[in-house]
């Protein structure tokens, strides 16, 4: 994998359609990820094959198997943003708008993974110690995120010769992103005691310290903007559907460790509908043909995951928020056929696989859970929102939700 890509090709999962594309925001997009390696190439996730997957054998049976271990640090970051997202919940106003929803779950992301790094050791205590370069580093990897989508229609190299604004902002907030995650790895090692966090694990299995802050740096700097928005189009698409929200309340448990098949068919459904990564990118290795087309090897194709999951040759009624579509073993799977669940894959597949699958879903289902028992969601946007692709697939205006108590 080099900068410097020879062929892009655009493939829809669906009734396969492509492009060759100069001008798709697909080719702008991995273009733009590809130049960006050449400068920030220390983090894990740009290392090239061999190198990486040194790592990821490693990781895999830490983050991808036994995974027990996660349940409680998530439900305690979940508990703390439930607490967050309600604190305008009182006896006299029961209802509530949410404020700041985007920052509050930018940050409930974040500290998911510092809590399962750190383990027991992330108490109230170290909480305080981390709590203001958190809150910094949340805020950073946010306007990153701002920045970027201003800037993903244009070639890095043309943003960086005409000096663009939204480009200069990026270059000096980018190295502020490293450095702020590296002081909070630092003082995860170095200030607080060894826990049972996933920081003690990889500490066992992985001798660089380097190393480790790398790993550590892309797990959060990947966490925010994902996570949060997936979190976001879950919370919309419940909110517009009072009787669901009965239905999943009535069977949530109160340990919340075995989360409602209608919770997983939320977040399926959700990421079926709006893929927060909506393209999946690989690099051929040798020459295939793929429906009738014959792709040559070292092409990078595209894969749209929002053109697949909402074909209908894949998904029946494909515009509908259907989470019973994903429980197979009742009496109405038949009628939502076709039901092609491969061509929904918002973490991927194979050995680049998104790493932080489980996290990402325990997390998901525990907060949708915890709201829920507690609160009703009302969504109070007066038009219906659509997606947007700014980097990562968002609402095309801000979510105005409502909490109120049971």
């Not at 550590?216 to 979190?231: E, H, N, P, R, Y």
Request: a positive charge.
């Amino acid at each position: 994998m080099r900068a410097s890509i020879p062929n892009i090709r655009y493939l829809s999962l669906g009734h396969i359609s492509t492009k060759n594309t100069n001008v798709n925001v697909a080719c702008f997009l991995c273009k733009y990820i590809f130049e960006i390696k050449v400068q920030y190439n220390s983090l894990m996730l740009f290392r090239d094959d061999e190198e990486w997957f040194k790592y990821r054998k490693l990781l895999n049976p830490l983050m991808m198997r036994d995974t027990d271990w996660m349940v409680l640090p998530i439900q305690r970051m979940c508990e703390k943003a439930v607490q967050s997202l309600s604190e305008g919940v009182t006896k006299d106003n029961p209802s509530y708008e949410i404020q700041n929803i985007e920052s509050t779950l930018y940050k409930w992301s974040i500290e998911v993974i510092l809590c399962l790094m750190l383990g027991n050791s992330y108490n109230t205590t170290n909480m305080a110690k981390l709590n203001t370069l958190v809150n910094d580093f949340s805020r950073t990897v946010h306007t990153i995120f701002q920045y970027s989508s201003e800037l993903m229609m244009i070639p890095p190299h043309l943003a960086d010769c005409l000096q663009l604004s939204a480009w200069k902002k990026f270059e000096r907030l980018v190295p502020e992103t490293l450095a702020l995650a590296n002081k909070i790895i630092d003082i995860s090692l170095d200030d607080i005691e060894r826990g049972d966090g996933l920081l003690s694990k990889m500490q066992d299995c992985i001798a660089s310290r380097d190393d480790i802050k790398r790993i550590f740096a892309d797990l959060i700097i990947a966490a925010g903007d994902t996570t949060s928005f997936s979190m976001i189009w879950c919370f919309y698409l419940l909110g517009r559907h009072q009787i669901l929200q009965d239905q999943i309340r009535s069977g949530i448990y109160e340990n919340f460790k075995s989360p409602h098949p209608l919770v997983i068919g939320t977040v399926r459904e959700a990421l079926r509908m709006f893929p927060v990564a909506p393209f999946i990118g690989r690099i051929l290795k040798k020459d295939a043909v793929i429906g009738e087309y014959s792709i040559p090897k070292h092409t990078l194709v595209l894969l749209s995951l929002y053109s697949a999951g909402r074909d209908e040759t894949n998904f029946h009624s494909p515009e509908e928020f259907l989470p019973q579509r994903w429980i197979r073993n009742n009496d109405q799977s038949c009628s939502f056929s076709p039901f092609k669940s491969h061509a929904s894959l918002p973490f991927a597949i194979g050995s680049r696989s998104c790493i932080g699958r489980k996290i990402a879903q325990n997390q998901m289902h525990t907060l949708l859970a915890m709201v829920l028992k507690k609160y009703r969601l009302s969504v109070l946007n007066e038009q219906e929102i659509f997606p947007e692709l700014k980097m990562i697939t968002v609402p095309n205006e801000k979510l105005r939700l409502s909490l109120k108590k049971l």
